[in-house]
C-alpha cells in the first residue's frame, strides 16, 4: 500500500479538472442559463479514486451558488442519492446532491430589476437607505444566501432592495461604495448579470510534475529526461525535454548542475539536490480559464498558470514514511508568488513540531480523512467561510481562493461505522471550541 501514499496527492482532482472542460468551455457565455444551489452541501470529485473507495469530498458550496450544468450528462448514484455534475460559479467541476439543485434557473427565480442581482454567501447586516453609518439597533440582518437588486445610486452608497411576496420590500438598506467593492473582493458577496461570464475564472487543469518532484525520505540527486519528457508529454507544452525542464526550474526555482542539454547527451540525467528525509515536496502546474465580457458583448478567453509547490510532512522513516500534512503551499506565477500559506496560519493550536506523534490530533485527522495529507480539512459551513477567508486575504480573489481551497484540501467522511462521525471528530480537532460540534455530545 506505500505506493499509494507516495502518488501525487491531488492526481484526482487533476482527473476532474480535465474532466468535461467542454462543459465550461460552452457555458460560460451564458450566465442567463445558470442554476444555484438551495442550501449549502458538500461537492464531491467527479474522478473515480483509483482502486476503487469513496470519492473525495472536495469542498463546500454555500446556499445561492450559481452552477452550470450540462443537463446531457446522466445523473450519478452515489449512496443511493443521484448527484449531477456542474461547474460552479468560482470554476470548479463538481458532483454535487441533485435535490439540493434549483430547478428553475437563477433568474427565472430572483426577478432583475437593473443590470445585476447581488448574493450574499454569508450574514449581513444593511444600513437602511437614510442612515449609511447606523448602528446595528437600526439596519437590518441580511440571511446568507439572499439575492438583492441593486439600485443605482451616483456618488452615493450602493442601495440594495429585495422584494417580499406582496409586492413590498423585504429588505432595503446601503453599503458604500468602498465596502461594497472590497466585500466583492472578500468573496462575501458575488454580482451577476444575465450576459456576466459563468465561471470567470475556470480550473480546467492540473498537471503533476513527477520528475522534480520527491516522496518521503527522498533526496533529489538528478532529473532524468526520460522523466521531464513524461511530464512533457502529459503537458500542454511545445518543445523538447531540455526547454520544459529549463522552464521548471527557473519558474521553481531549482538549480540545477550544469547544462541540461549537455547532461542529457552524456548520461541521460542532469544533477541537483534539495529533499530530506522528514518531508516530501510535490509539484504541480495549474492552468485556468479566465472569461471576460466585452463591450460589443463578446467573451473572450485568456489562460493562465500557476506553480504550485507543496511542502509536505512525513511520519516516520524510509520508504515506509507517510506524508500526513502539508506544511506549507507556495503558488506562483510568472516566477512571482501570489500566496505561501502555512498550515498554521488555518490551525495554529495544531502541533506539528518538532515530530506529529501517531496519536496526535494532526495525526488523527489525516486517519479519518482517508490518508490524505491536508493543508486545510473543510468540517462545516462555519469551517469554509474561515478557511476561505484566510486564503482570500492573501491573494484577493474569490474565485482562485475557492480553486487552491478545494486544491488543497482533504475533507473527513460524513458517515462512519463509530459513534461519532469522522467529520465531527476532525472539526473537533482542528476547530476546537470555535467549531460548529463543539458541544455536540
Same mark, same amino acid.
Given at each position: ?67 452550470? +450544468? ?87 452608497? +450602493? ?226 467561510? +474561515? ?6 486575504? +492573501? ?47
Amino acid at each position: 500500500m506505500v505506493h499509494l501514499f507516495r502518488a501525487l496527492i491531488w492526481a484526482a482532482i487533476a482527473c476532474a479538472a480535465m474532466a468535461q472542460s467542454n462543459v465550461a468551455a460552452a457555458d460560460a457565455q451564458l450566465a442567463a442559463n445558470a442554476h444555484f444551489v438551495t442550501q449549502g452541501t458538500f461537492a464531491l470529485d467527479p474522478a473515480v479514486p483509483a482502486g476503487g473507495g469513496p470519492r473525495r469530498i472536495l469542498t463546500y458550496v454555500p446556499i445561492s451558488t450559481l452552477v452550470m +450544468r450540462e443537463k446531457s450528462l446522466p445523473d450519478i448514484i452515489i449512496g443511493g442519492q443521484p448527484y449531477a455534475q456542474v461547474v460552479t460559479q468560482n470554476g470548479l467541476t463538481v458532483l454535487i446532491l441533485k435535490r439540493v439543485l434549483s430547478e428553475r434557473t437563477f433568474f427565472s427565480v430572483f426577478k432583475l430589476t437593473g443590470d445585476r442581482l447581488t448574493i450574499f454567501h454569508d450574514d449581513y447586516f444593511l444600513c437602511p437607505a437614510d442612515n449609511a453609518e447606523c448602528t446595528e439597533d437600526q439596519g437590518q440582518m441580511v440571511p446568507r444566501g439572499s439575492v438583492l437588486n441593486a439600485v443605482a445610486a451616483a456618488g452615493g452608497p +450602493r442601495r440594495l432592495q429585495a422584494q417580499d411576496g406582496s409586492g413590498g420590500l423585504k429588505w432595503d438598506g446601503v453599503i458604500s461604495e468602498a465596502r461594497y467593492l472590497d466585500e466583492l473582493n472578500r468573496g462575501v458577496i458575488s454580482e451577476v448579470g444575465p450576459s456576466t461570464p459563468l465561471p470567470s475564472t475556470f480550473m480546467s487543469r492540473m498537471l503533476p510534475l513527477a520528475s522534480i518532484s520527491t516522496d518521503c525520505g527522498q533526496s533529489k540527486k538528478s532529473v532524468t529526461e526520460r522523466s521531464v519528457s513524461a511530464d512533457l508529454k502529459l503537458s500542454v507544452e511545445t518543445g523538447d525535454a531540455v526547454s520544459f525542464l529549463t522552464r521548471l526550474a527557473g519558474l521553481f526555482k531549482l538549480t540545477i548542475q550544469g547544462d541540461i542539454a549537455a547532461g542529457f547527451r552524456r548520461s541521460g540525467s542532469v544533477e541537483i539536490e534539495y529533499g530530506d528525509g522528514k518531508s516530501a515536496l510535490k509539484f504541480h502546474e495549474l492552468s485556468l480559464i479566465q472569461y471576460s465580457a466585452q463591450a460589443d458583448g463578446r467573451i473572450t478567453q485568456t489562460t493562465r498558470k500557476l506553480q504550485v509547490q507543496a511542502r509536505l510532512k512525513c511520519v516516520g522513516d524510509g520508504p515506509g514514511a507517510l506524508p500526513v500534512v502539508i506544511t506549507q503551499a507556495l503558488v506562483s506565477e510568472n516566477g512571482g508568488f501570489l500566496a505561501t500559506p502555512k498550515l498554521l496560519d488555518f490551525y495554529p493550536n495544531l502541533k506539528i513540531d518538532p515530530e506529529i506523534e501517531n496519536g496526535s490530533k494532526a495525526f488523527e485527522v489525516y486517519s479519518l480523512v482517508g490518508r490524505q495529507p491536508f493543508l486545510t480539512s473543510i468540517s462545516s459551513r462555519v469551517a469554509y467561510a +474561515r478557511l476561505l477567508r484566510i486564503w482570500n486575504e +492573501r491573494i484577493r480573489d474569490p474565485n482562485l481562493a475557492n480553486v487552491l481551497l478545494a486544491v488543497f484540501n482533504a475533507t473527513c467522511p460524513a458517515v462512519g461505522t463509530g459513534n461519532l462521525k469522522p467529520i465531527v471528530a476532525c472539526d473537533r480537532a482542528l476547530e476546537g471550541e470555535r467549531g460548529i460540534y463543539a458541544s455536540l455530545q
